[in-house]
């Protein structure tokens, strides 16, 4: 078992940056790829960033390419989401998942962190 607790989530203007953060406890989160989702009202659940276990290979969905930035310490077992440059599209619910592989189905979620661009 893997519990996975996100934070660093809140209200920021449009242009600003926030760093969420996911601390895992339970199994070493370094055992999984981690994975960034996030899902806004009314909107399908979107895949935001993905990081391997080493930290060695990342990938970003086109629509936070060049903005956000995935990041894991393996040891404080915690993964970080830096988004910069923050649009109002950015606004959703933001929760990381634990997975075997960076593509894979995630077998943990966590309960996801509210980010609210305004204008």
């Known amino acids: 078992q893997v519990q996975l607790v996100e934070s660093g989530g809140g209200l920021v203007q449009a242009g600003g940056s926030l760093r969420l953060s996911c601390a895992a406890s339970?199994?070493?989160?370094?055992?999984?790829?981690m994975v960034w989702f996030r899902q806004a009202p009314g909107k399908e659940r979107e895949r935001v960033a993905g990081?391997?276990?080493?930290?060695?290979?990342?990938d970003y969905s086109p629509s936070v390419k060049g903005r956000f930035t995935i990041a894991r310490d393996n040891a404080k077992n915690t993964v970080y989401l830096e988004m910069n440059s923050l649009k109002r599209e950015d606004t959703a619910v933001y929760h990381c998942?634990?997975?075997?592989?960076?593509?894979?189905?995630?077998?943990?979620w966590g309960q996801g962190t509210q980010v609210t661009v305004s204008s």
């Open positions: 998942a634990a997975a075997l592989l960076i593509k894979g189905v995630p077998e943990y």
């Open positions: 339970g199994r070493t989160a370094k055992d999984y790829a």
């Open positions: 990081i391997t276990r080493s930290g060695s290979s990342t």
